[in-house]
T-cell receptor, first 115, second 115 residues
Framework: DQQVKQNSPSLSVQEGRISILNCDYT??????FLWYKKYPAEGPTFLIS?????DKNEDGRFTVFLNKSAKHLSLHIVPSQPGDSAVYFC??????????????FGKGITLSVRP | DSGVTQTPKHLITATGQRVTLRCSPR?????VYWYQQSLDQGLQFLIQ???????AKGNILERFSAQQFPDLHSELNLSSLELGDSALYFC??????????????FGEGSRLTVL
């Protein structure tokens, strides 16, 4: 039972254009949503997060949008840069503390930004 | 550098053997999480410890066990290894509740190859 789904395994965009990475979830108890970025031979690194009380969070070139009714979130990267090429994981949890603080991850999307 | 240290980085062993993976969390973090990433899979949650006590369990096989010691480092023990146990094993730590974002900080992972 995959509770966090990233249905597109890969995405290729031109440098300077917008990258939109999508994520869907099924567990209505999820309240915190995060995006992680992973380069080969490295651990995942935190990128940006959003809680269920918001519908948008922005940090520089990165914006995460949350649609709770549709159980959908997306990560926008504008403008995309070659250094953004990596695997992006969507993750969710239902609590900041305790047993439900674990993150449930999607399978990831490989983003390639073409120069 | 996330501040989370995992050893060894690479490990090659044979079926039926037992290995121990070690994790030192970020200074001050009380929670440790273990994840497994197999080929083409997302990060699968295995187990969580908080200040020495098991807090949550995920899809962890009975052949696997873990513990967190008084100095807060953690070990993941994998026994009776099978070919399918070959994967990247990540450790993460957090000071959940302190930052409000719910992020986990990941180590670089231990790559286990079972031959």
């Amino acid at each position: 039972d995959q509770q966090v789904k990233q249905n597109s395994p890969s995405l290729s965009v031109q440098e300077g254009r917008i990258s939109i990475l999508n994520c869907d979830y099924t567990n209505s108890m999820f309240d915190y949503f995060l995006w992680y970025k992973k380069y080969p031979a490295e651990g995942p690194t935190f990128l940006i997060s959003i809680s269920s009380i918001k519908d948008k969070n922005e940090d520089g070139r990165f914006t995460v949008f949350l649609n709770k009714s549709a159980k959908h979130l997306s990560l926008h990267i504008v403008p995309s840069q070659p250094g953004d090429s990596a695997v992006y994981f969507c993750a969710a949890s239902s609590s900041l503390t305790g047993a439900n603080s674990k993150l449930t991850f999607g399978k990831g999307i490989t983003l390639s930004v073409r120069p | 550098d996330s501040g989370v240290t995992q050893t060894p980085k690479h490990l090659i062993t044979a079926t039926g053997q037992r290995v121990t993976l070690r994790c030192s969390p970020r200074s001050g973090d009380l929670s440790v999480y273990w994840y497994q990433q197999s080929l083409d899979q997302g990060l699968q949650f295995l187990i969580q410890y908080y200040n020495g006590e098991e807090r949550a369990k995920g899809n962890i096989l009975e052949r696997f066990s873990a513990q967190q010691f008084p100095d807060l480092h953690s070990e993941l023990n994998l026994s009776s290894l099978e070919l399918g146990d070959s994967a990247l094993y990540f450790c993460a730590s957090s000071a959940r509740g302190a930052s409000g974002t719910g992020e986990l900080f990941f180590g670089e992972g231990s790559r286990l190859t079972v031959l």
